[in-house]
């Protein structure tokens, strides 16, 4: 896997061998068309699940709630349920390493500000917390779990989490060393290039940064404002709130990998178990972050059911219903929007999902924030690239601006773009991406 000129990761090898339906790259891409698909895994890694749903998939029990001990709350992005779950599998020795994202030790030397890597104790796992929204492989880390004996965790977004049980099912060594898979449900993956534009708007070169917190937490501001953070070589500081930044709005698709088009699975239904942020009220407007967590493996549902028991974590009981609310926008885009662009035509590979080609019952506000978002992920990787060779932020910032007032127009009725889709009838008045 190769960065390419967009700041994105692409496998590299002969054609011929990346297009043969035949070969091991096909058998574990998780976006091949001749690739098992998510149902499928899901139905053998948890066959007799308690409860099985179109939009969750397969899983034993759903919660909402955080961490309640020590400072896994604080120093997660959400509720800091990943890292406390991921941290009691390496405690009881039920895992010898934990495979997740941590920040690159040297970004300028590795080309990269965040890498996978494998954590083997506490300390380790605990400096990797928070989310990383940017280009990451398993390469290294699938490596080293093949190479060294033991039993192993991965954290991944759900596309990695499929990648991980495919490569499992044609590898008996990696099969019997990946113990427990840890997902995080996913809105879409950005490129490297965000934090590049991050950088260009708070007045910096990404050379100069450090690190990179996406998120910060500021427990008396709503958990939806999110502001990142840079740090740079020199240790000081640079902060702006993601709506202040041109490309902050995540609906608008900004950097989105060209793959997250074609994705259809939101919460990481492969996974053993599955967090996201609970993006619903009262918790959205909790500072302090609050995971949703669907638990699909009965032995990490016995060790959630010890940790709330012992007051550890605070964890309560949600219905189906509760989840889906919770990632709204994101099965929108995911079913919806998915079923409307696979009916566009296309070229070359055709993707095999779970949902139908259709749209023609969508409504033209909908089909247009759809195209919108499409088109914004797309020519941003592009703008961005001219302005990158041209030595020009101004141009791709100006460019982003343009593009956000359209999108926040058609999707929110938002500004002098909002009244005219209005009046055009392109614009409804219930908003939402
Ligand atoms: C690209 C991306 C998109 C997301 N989209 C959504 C969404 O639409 N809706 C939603 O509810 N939640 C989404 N999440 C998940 C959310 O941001 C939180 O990660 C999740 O709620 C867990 O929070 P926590 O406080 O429990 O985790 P923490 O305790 O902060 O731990 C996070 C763990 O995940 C690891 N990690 C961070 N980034 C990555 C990565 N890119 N790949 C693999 N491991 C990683 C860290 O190393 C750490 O171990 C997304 C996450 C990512 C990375």
Redesign the pocket.
């Known amino acids: 896997m190769e960065l390419d000129r967009y700041g994105q990761l692409k496998p590299r090898g002969p054609k011929a061998w990346l297009r043969s339906r035949d070969s091991g790259f096909s058998r574990i891409c998780p976006f091949s068309p001749t690739a098992r698909d998510e149902d499928d895994l899901a139905v053998e890694h948890f066959p007799s699940a308690k409860d099985r749903h179109p939009l969750l998939g397969r899983f034993e029990a759903a919660y909402v709630g955080h961490v309640a001990e020590d400072e896994?709350r604080v120093n997660?992005?959400?509720?800091?349920?990943?890292?406390w779950v991921?941290a009691e599998l390496l405690r009881r020795g039920l895992v010898d390493g934990v495979a997740?994202?941590?920040e690159s030790d040297d970004p300028q030397t590795e080309g990269r500000l965040f890498h996978y890597t494998l954590s083997r104790d506490l300390q380790a796992l605990q400096a990797?917390?928070?989310?990383?929204?940017?280009p990451?492989e398993l390469s290294g880390v699938l490596r080293s779990m093949r190479d060294i004996p033991g039993r192993y965790a991965v954290?991944?977004?759900p596309c990695?989490v499929k990648a991980v049980r495919l490569a499992c099912a044609d590898d008996p060594v990696l099969k019997e060393r990946v113990a427990f898979t840890l997902g995080?449900?996913?809105?879409h993956?950005k490129s490297a290039r965000m934090a590049e534009s991050f950088a260009w708007q708070m007045e910096e070169d990404i050379s100069r940064v450090r690190q990179l917190d996406y998120r910060v937490k500021t427990p008396d501001r709503p958990a939806n404002w999110y502001r990142a953070q840079l740090t740079l070589a020199n240790g000081e500081t640079r902060a702006r709130d993601w709506w202040h930044l041109a490309d902050g709005d995540w609906g608008a698709g900004f950097f989105q990998n060209s793959a997250c088009n074609f994705c259809d699975d939101v919460v990481a239904e492969t996974a053993d178990i599955a967090?996201?942020?609970a993006?619903k009220e009262p918790y959205s407007s909790d500072g302090r972050?609050t995971?949703v967590v669907l638990v699909r493996s009965r032995m990490l549902l016995d060790l959630l059911r010890e940790g709330m028991g012992a007051n550890r974590i605070a964890l309560s009981p949600v219905d189906a219903d509760f989840v889906v609310a919770?990632?709204a926008a994101?099965f929108r885009q995911r079913r919806e929007g998915l079923s409307f662009r696979l009916a566009w035509p296309r070229l070359g590979l055709r993707p095999r999902k779970r949902v139908q080609a259709s749209g023609h019952h969508l409504t033209s506000q909908r089909k247009m924030i759809y195209i919108m978002r499409y088109g914004i992920s797309f020519w941003s990787h592009r703008v961005f690239l001219a302005a990158r060779l041209l030595h020009s932020p101004g141009l791709y910032i100006l460019w982003a601006r343009a593009a956000l007032a359209f999108y926040q127009g058609l999707a929110y009725s938002r500004g002098p773009v909002g009244r005219v889709a209005r009046r055009l009838g392109l614009a409804g008045s219930e908003g939402g991406a």
């Open positions: 896994y997660g992005s959400s509720g800091g349920m990943v890292t991921a997740h994202v941590k990797g917390a928070k989310s990383r929204y940017y990451v954290v991944g977004i990695f995080l449900f996913c809105g993956m967090f996201g942020d993006w972050g995971n919770t990632q994101g």
